[in-house]
């Protein structure tokens, strides 16, 4: 993308007036997408777009300014208005540059199949298909929306330590929402597969199916009945509960919030925090799920992370930045959703490793709760802990047995309190798609857990 | 050529120009729409004394609209450079093949509605030199940091300014431009006292630099800190429940989803086939009005180029209408209501609000009016999880909130982790009262204190 002269030309500018640290963040993503709704293609829509992000770090202080203009001009016009703030104090003396070294082709994976006109064609037809299964599911189904995108993001990273690395990546994903009528209302039902794959992802995954499980909800939900209110049991079946753990402790684990002692979880390395049963990892190495990679968004390699072992709290998740302040290396954490941002502390792949119990065994335990199928997002305050996560598809447990289907709603707890009620966790891991947002900038994430059960959740019905 | 679209401002000629050429590129037979922006920002964040981050950029790009015998195909670049002009529209018009024909599917054309001219662009904004910017985010920083003893941490204080301009051109005879300024101070604090620590935010937004308030920020988001303190989880039951101007802004904004004219036609909206029945209280009346110049959404053109008016969706309760652009609205029998909206050139035109109000009530309260009306009930002043827990097509309605309980008509002890609960056509038809201290929030809809009774809470 940019030759590796022009890149040192570029560092040595961006530290000319001092500074700590000087980095070049280039990018360029081709997106496309296609959508089908209401029974029709409605559009296909193609975007490309490619710059670079320079960041210059003197002190506390980061310097950051990008361009979409990727030639030698450009990217030292970029460079000097990033080190305006080295400029206007801070640091006086220039910096050394190093020789930058390693390579900035992407690592080998492999043959990616690439979206082309070919494939436009052929996401037309998966469309078509999943559409025609999802009406096929039932005559209440009365309306469904298909979507297909696709993106291939080419990324090179080169800083004054002297790195320089680059990667390929592909992410693929597939959508449908249905909704369900009747004399009782609406009810809607959605399913997603994503991975970072390239076309290949439909070799793994059947349209049908997600179609068939999105009309499934929506026709279950038109009998459900409204949600509880108040403190229940609760067991979340494996896959998508892993957002429980995205909010309830992810979040709070990131070192920038920590630095701050903006999170509950500060100063709380070595202590028990969660269950005995909680073992939480974070890794962007996990084969191809959607918060996969080769290397962050500021080169390094990613990496498998404990963060909680059997309750105990082990680590943060970094970024260059905040490993830099407390002198040690980043996780493999530092992510931004494009040139355009500034690289925070982000989650990966953040899921709970199986227990030894079996799931049908934790519902027939449960005398009276919810069970929850499907999550739909959450959100916490790191700094209060409190946190919330909706149902998309829920039932009642009554006597052991999953029973009637409830209509949606959030839950609400307290991350550290809520760690410690986990008192079962299954066998059957599964990872679920999501996108996290932090601080305006969304990035692909992971979430994954086995079905496990909480002993007491606020449910946030209005059945009283 | 209509009247209505031929003003332009001097800034923006040179994109009214580019969209043009790239316009005229059109083969016979396709109908091109070429939309142009670009941009500058500012943001400067302050973090214990210093400047965290300080980042300065400018961005431009195009998104193309193709439609050929009714198909419709687009594509963007993030780019204004000559080379990837004729590259989009390239790849937009193969896009085009692919769609399923659709009698519907057409670009808007001069509908002969003048435009009211609204001014959004702050003439000083680039003269202002960013130490200034920079002065202003270390003030907001210390001014939180000591206004209040309890204050333990301010881990966000943010300027930030944008400068964007854009062109819309159309082989159907559509030719609009825009410009506008923003700026913004936003601050994030923690206040603690003892065990609890409570968070807070507060901002002061404007078109440009001069008025931003760093004292109106800093106290806001004090206030809505401090006052937490010491909350506990509230009790569970039946409630009136009385959301603060921010709150409102994000209910009317869920319910603006179901005003869509899509929605409705795409059978996603729980109004559908309701027009002139009673959906809420007598005393709810709702009305989209981007011409007027104090609301933050306010605009002359809408994402289609055509002008942008008032249109009233709830008249005293009753379902008047629903608001669409050409394609919605097209599919529905009616003209579009000049309310198109896109989010940036990346994104295609879809119809949406741009400045919702809810007429005041009678009674000309402010937020203690209200409170004092309510008597016994919660009042919300932050809301988590409207994206997990309210489906705009169901209406069901749970989110997690904070606040402080009603007692004799006031404020009283603060409350945390519980949920408030209902359906969005129940809320519609419980109003209690609507307060008259309209503030325009940085938002698509205003922010006025509301009162909504007989909802769930769900605590201890």
Known sequence: ?464 | MSIATERTEGATEDLLALAERVAGWADAGEEVEVYVARGTETEVRAYDGEVESLTSATSAGIGIRVVVDHRLGFAWAGSLDESVLGETLAEARDNARFATADEHVQLAVPDGREAVPVDLWDEGLAAIPTARKVELALALEALARGADPRIRQVDAADYGDVASESALVSTTGIRSSSRKTSGYLSVGVIAGEGESSQTGGGYSVGRGFDGLDPARACDDAVTRAVRLLGATKGPSGRSTIVFDRRMATTLLSIVSSALSGEAVAKGRSFFAGRIGEQVGHPGLTLVDDPTDHRAYGAAAYDAEGLACRRNVLIDSGVLQGFLYDTVSGSRAGVASTGSAVRGGFAGTPGPGCRALTLAPGPEGYDEDGVLSAVGEGLFVQSMTGVHSGVNPISGDFSVGAEGLMIRDGKLAEPVREITVASTLQRMLLSLVAVGADVEWLPSIAAGQTLAIGDMQISGA
């Open chain 1, 1 to 464: 993308m940019i030759d590796t002269p022009v890149l040192e030309r570029v560092l040595a500018e961006a530290l000319r007036n001092g500074g700590d640290f000087a980095e070049v963040f280039a990018e360029d993503r081709s997106n496309s997408s296609a959508m089908l709704d209401d029974g029709r293609v409605e559009e296909l829509s193609s975007g490309r777009e490619r710059g670079a992000g320079i960041r210059v770090v003197t002190g506390e202080t980061t310097g950051f300014a990008h361009t979409a203009d990727l030639s030698e001009r450009g990217l030292l016009r970029a460079a000097e208005a990033a080190s305006a703030v080295a400029r206007s104090g801070g640091g006086s003396r220039p910096a050394d540059v190093g020789h930058l070294s390693g390579s900035a082709a992407p690592g080998d994976r492999g043959d990616r199949r690439a979206p082309t006109t070919g494939t436009k064609s052929e996401a037309l037809e998966l469309l078509q298909r999943a559409d025609e299964a999802a009406r096929a599911s039932g005559d209440a189904i009365s309306q469904v929306q298909a979507g297909f995108g696709s993106s291939r993001r080419r990324v090179l990273i080169a800083n004054s330590d002297g790195l320089l690395a680059g990667d390929e990546q592909s992410r693929t994903r597939f959508s449908v929402s249905c909704v369900a009528l009747a004399d009782t209302g609406m009810q809607t039902g959605y399913q997603t597969a994503a991975r970072t794959l390239g076309f290949e992802l439909f070799d793994e995954v059947s349209v049908e199916e997600l179609a068939r499980t999105a009309a499934a909800q929506a026709l279950a939900k038109l009998s459900a009945r409204p949600a509880p209110s108040g403190e229940l049991p609760v067991v979340l079946a494996g896959g998508s509960g892993g957002i429980l753990f995205h909010e309830a402790c992810g979040h709070g684990l990131e070192a920038d919030h920590i630095l701050k002692d903006a999170s509950v979880y500060a100063g709380k390395v070595g202590q028990l925090v969660a269950s005995p049963l909680v073992t939480l990892v974070d890794d962007g190495t996990v084969g191809s799920e959607w918060g996969t990679f080769q290397i962050d968004d500021e080169g390094r390699p990613a990496q498998r992370n404990v963060l909680i072992e059997d309750g105990v709290l082990t680590d943060y998740l970094w970024d260059y930045l905040r490993a830099r302040k407390e002198g040690r290396v980043s996780s493999g954490n530092g992510r931004r959703q494009s040139y355009r941002d500034l690289p925070m502390v982000r989650m990966t792949n953040t899921f709970l490793l199986p227990g030894e119990d079996d799931a049908d065994e934790i519902v027939a335990q449960t005398p009276r709760g919810v069970y929850v199928a499907k999550l739909g997002g959450g959100q916490v305050n790191t700094a209060t802990g409190d946190f919330v996560f909706g149902t998309t598809m829920a039932y009642l447990i009554e006597d052991g047995k999953i029973t009637e289907p409830l209509r949606d709603a959030n839950l609400i707890g307290n991350g550290p309190e809520i760690l410690k009620r986990i008192d079962a966790v299954g066998t059957d891991f599964s990872m679920t798609p999501g996108t996290c947002g932090k601080d305006g900038q969304s990035v692909p994430v992971g979430c994954g857990q086995a079905t496990m059960r909480l002993t007491g959740v606020t449910i946030g019905g209005t059945a009283e």
